[in-house]
């Protein structure tokens, strides 16, 4: 296939980028040229701002595109308008106008807005940009919730294996059997790939078994070593969930839902799914390539605004709810 690859020298891109080639693909990776552009130096590389720039992409129809940064329907717009067979757009589960329950693809999202701020409205334009692509002959919507794995620059979910490691006490947020889902991005890689492809059309959740924190943090515990002990906090005082903490919602209701989202319907469609303990093995593995203090990846990405071991050993001694080692498994 030829392969058009909008982003892909950053995480899950770079993860596409080496599934596709992976499958044999002849691959033409689109970026601004900002980002670690040393990356995949036998690939073709187009430097460009997409928003008005497609025009010095060479004259090719394209087998497929996949677009892992699109975030305005405008901009989604000029690319979806490329000639190609299929069209892969990574949305998220931010897109649910209620995230307060369990859902899944049937649910209605965020109406349109006005503004093109996407660190404002990043849901609500992630679903216009859906709707553009939807419209358009071979459109393909995956939409991702918690992303983890090697190379990821948030450290949503890098802290758990590097500080499972560590050992010692781990402040452990919430209950355990509070609903967890994480995908490693090497599997979405790979079913955006499957599905650009031959899979089918449509939208699809793109994300992880559900399991509890409790199995979570157990899983990755026994997978990266280190004898942790984890102390569970039930309202850990003034820390912010899933940046903080990350996979840890907290305690609003608006949001309870957010790790309960449906698979089905992407495992029907090919979607497989490593065990969460070889993400942890593996993120631990690359984690410990990055230098500096903080550690940061060679282009200075990783932003880390997680728990320094200070503050969680000040919350642990403080902590006013009960506290206890224990691990609650999921129902059956």
């Not at 942790?228 to 609003?252: C, F, K, N, Q, T």
Request: charged share 20%; net charge negative; hydrophobic share 40%.
């Amino acid at each position: 296939m030829r392969l058009l690859i909008l982003g892909g020298t950053v995480f899950l891109g770079r993860h596409i980028v080496d599934a596709a080639l992976a499958a044999g693909h002849h691959v033409t990776i689109v970026t601004r040229g900002i980002t670690q552009p040393q990356l995949f130096p036998n690939v073709p590389h187009v430097h460009l701002d997409r928003d008005g720039g497609l025009h010095a992409l060479p004259a090719a129809r394209w087998d497929a595109i996949v677009d892992t940064c699109g975030f305005v329907p405008r901009v989604v717009a000029q690319s979806a308008a490329l000639p190609s067979e299929r069209y892969v757009f990574i949305s998220s589960i931010s897109v649910y106008a209620d995230t307060s329950g369990p859902t899944d693809e049937s649910a209605a999202v965020l109406a349109p807005v006005e503004s093109e701020d996407h660190l404002v409205h990043y849901g609500a334009l992630k679903g216009s940009s859906e709707r553009v692509v939807l419209g358009r002959a071979g459109g393909v919507v995956l939409r991702p919730g918690l992303i983890g794995g090697p190379h990821d620059p948030t450290g949503r979910f890098t802290y758990w294996p590097v500080r499972l490691a560590e050992g010692g006490d781990v402040l452990s947020p919430g209950e355990p059997s509070a609903p967890v889902q994480v995908i490693d991005a090497r599997d979405l890689a790979a079913f955006a790939v499957h599905l650009a492809e031959r899979g089918p059309t449509g939208v699809f959740n793109a994300v992880g078994d559900q399991t509890t924190m409790g199995e979570a943090l157990h899983a990755m515990r026994e997978a990266v070593g280190g004898g942790a002990r984890l102390r569970w906090v039930e309202r850990p005082d003034d820390v912010a969930p899933w940046s903080e903490l990350p996979l840890w919602v907290g305690g609003d209701p608006d949001h309870a839902g957010t790790m309960c989202v449906s698979n089905t319907k992407a495992r029907a469609a090919g979607l497989t799914l490593r065990p969460l303990a070889d993400t942890a093995r593996d993120t631990l593995a690359w984690a410990r390539t990055l230098q500096g203090d903080p550690p940061r990846q060679v282009d200075g990405r990783y932003r880390v605004a997680t728990l320094t071991r200070d503050r969680e050993a000040a919350l642990l001694a403080n902590a006013t709810a009960p506290i206890s080692d224990r691990v609650v498994p999921m129902p059956d």
